[in-house]
């Protein structure tokens, strides 16, 4: 009795002398047949340093792209006027100093890597203003790192971390964690990540 099972086919090794990792993309069906094969994929190592983020990159998926592009695309089809009207925001480019400022309020000088200063007397109006910030700086970054290539890993992380900044914003206090001033922390620091994302971005933007 012959089993007609085919496992996956094993990789071809990667070049040592560039290094990376090489990859066999293939489909299999519900008996775990190998159906279909795409051939080898070579990933070579980026020269681009890595950012410093803890988030997730974006679904890279055909559905999650064609998704991205579309509201790029309205993004870019908007009328900047009717923007400004309902937003109130102009044209200049965001206060990156003030945003680090207000995070400040809430995460210290470093950025939440050192003990927090107490939570402020204002906390519903420096909350109001961190709303009001990642709202502003939400869409630069995304129109930036959507001018990078696809496979450009500021790219990535940058869209990864205006994901997360539109999670923050719909969610709500919650008393299990830390009430409105967890809250008001974690809008600071998806702001002082999106801030990171913002300069690095502007750096690698032709």
């Not at 190592?45 to 055909?62: A, G, K, R, V």
């Not at 993004?75 to 925001?89: F, N, R």
């Not at 519903?124 to 709202?135: R, V």
Request: some cysteine.
């Amino acid at each position: 009795m012959t089993n007609d099972i085919a496992g996956p086919p094993a990789p071809a090794p990667a070049d040592p002398q560039t290094g990376g990792m090489t990859i066999r993309v293939y489909t299999v069906n519900r008996h775990g047949t190998v159906i279909r094969e795409r051939g080898t994929v070579n990933v070579l190592p980026s020269t681009e340093p890595l950012p410093f983020s803890s988030d997730f990159p974006p679904c890279d998926c055909p559905r999650c792209r064609k998704t991205r592009t579309a509201n790029m695309d309205r993004s870019t089809d908007t009328d900047p006027v009717s923007v400004a009207a309902v937003s109130g925001s102009t044209t200049s480019p965001p206060d990156i100093t003030a945003m680090r400022q207000t995070t400040a309020l809430l995460l210290g000088p470093n950025g939440g890597t050192g003990e927090p200063p107490p939570i402020p007397a204002d906390l519903d109006t420096l909350t109001a203003t961190l709303h009001n910030h990642l709202e502003q700086l939400i869409p630069e970054v995304e129109r930036q790192a959507g001018r990078l290539p696809e496979d450009s890993i500021p790219r990535h992380c940058a869209l990864a971390c205006v994901g997360e900044a539109r999670r923050r914003l719909q969610a709500g206090p919650s008393p299990r964690y830390g009430g409105s001033a967890g809250h008001a922390r974690r809008l600071a620091r998806v702001l002082h990540a999106l801030c990171g994302h913002y300069e690095a971005t502007s750096r690698h933007t032709p």
